[in-house]
């Protein structure tokens, strides 16, 4: 399975954006780079996911460098909600998630 | 109601036993999953079921078995029960879009 590197912590202050790095150097063509986040006592939900291009939802942004080998999940105003462990993950799809330890996001008030 | 539904929340249980662990889905979707978590660790695929009559081991199966007794239910349990499977245990379900998971099952082995 293709692998991610986070670092292992971030902090940000309220109300600021927030860029997480992921790295992915050796990407294949048909993987698609997702993120999920784990709330404090919940099971994880799905951010957003893409494989090309840039995306947006309601909840953030994926930039994804043109050679495929990093992205970066950006929230655009983080909350006090917002802290929580992030995930980047590589997967074919229709493939079973295998997860790193990810991100954790301390949002400072 | 939600989407993927783990029953129950909590429990506890002694060394030696049985539990079964339930987990259903209102998503339609094929594929299911058991995933569990260590305090302070990330989480670790035990099993996982792309149909109905397909079941695949994880990452970490020994020690557990899984019944996928319909497409909406996969229940996972643990034959005999030990203290390191002391853990956080999460039913997902996916389509082509991504994951759902369930709110979790914390299990306490005594």
């Known amino acids: 399975d293709a692998k991610t590197t986070q670092p292992n912590s971030m902090e940000s202050n309220e109300e600021e954006p927030v860029h997480l790095p992921c790295n992915h150097s050796t990407i294949s063509g048909t993987d698609y780079i997702h993120w999920y986040r784990q709330l404090p006592s919940q099971g994880p939900e799905y951010v957003i996911h893409?494989?090309?291009s840039n995306v947006n939802n309601r909840m953030a942004s994926l930039a994804i460098a043109e050679d495929r080998k990093s992205s970066t999940l950006i929230l655009h105003r983080a909350t006090l909600r917002d802290a929580a462990v992030y995930y980047c993950?590589?997967?074919?799809?229709?493939?079973?998630?295998?997860f790193g330890k990810g991100t954790r996001l301390h949002i400072l008030p | 109601d939600a989407d993927v539904t783990q029953t129950p929340r909590n429990r506890i249980t002694k060394t030696g036993k049985r539990i079964m662990l339930e987990c259903s889905q209102t998503k339609g979707h094929d594929r299911m999953y058991w995933y569990r978590q260590d305090p302070g660790l990330g989480l670790r695929l035990i099993y996982y079921s792309f149909d109905v009559k397909d079941i695949n081991k994880g990452e970490i199966s020994d020690g557990y078995s899984v019944s996928r007794q319909a497409q909406a239910k996969f229940s996972l349990s643990l034959e005999s029960a030990i203290p390191n499977q002391t853990a956080l245990y999460f039913c997902a379900t996916s389509d082509v879009y991504g994951y759902t998971f369930g709110s979790g099952t914390r299990l306490t082995v005594v």
């Open positions: 893409g494989l090309t």
């Open positions: 993950i590589l997967l074919v799809r229709y493939d079973k998630i295998i």
